[in-house]
């Protein structure tokens, strides 16, 4: 069974910070990328931020400058920094595993919750 364990989301202030961290499997964390997406109530699920394996990133215009994308590979994990936090980044945060072009993992999902 494929896991992929999100953790760190949480309530925090705007201007605040967080860092989610999705853990999964030395398989898993082999795919031909890796990131974030994010959906808020009554809207479309967004991607976020993308790593591929050669470690190229890319973001939603929204975050740029503000969020980060890293990736630990001794353990495994995939972290998003997100600094300079803003209400409208409150959603439920999925961490994502492009396995190949028709094969994606999912995360449970975190919410993130940003109060102004």
């Known amino acids: 069974q494929v896991q992929l364990v999100e953790s760190g989301g949480g309530l925090v202030q705007a201007g605040g910070s967080l860092r989610l961290s999705c853990a999964t499997s030395?398989?898993?964390?082999?795919?031909?990328?890796m990131g974030w997406y994010r959906q808020a109530p009554g809207k479309q699920r967004e991607l976020v931020a993308t790593?591929?394996?050669?470690?190229?990133?890319n973001y939603v215009d929204s975050v740029k400058g503000r969020f980060t994308i890293s990736r630990d590979n001794a353990k495994n994990t995939v972290y998003l920094q997100m600094n300079s936090l803003k209400p409208e980044d409150t959603a439920v945060y999925y961490c994502?595993?492009?396995?190949?072009?028709?094969?994606?993992?999912w995360g449970q999902g975190t919410q993130v919750t940003v109060s102004s």
């Open positions: 790593m591929t394996r050669s470690g190229s990133t």
């Open positions: 030395k398989t898993i964390f082999s795919s031909n990328a």
């Open positions: 994502y595993a492009r396995w190949s072009p028709l094969v994606d993992y």
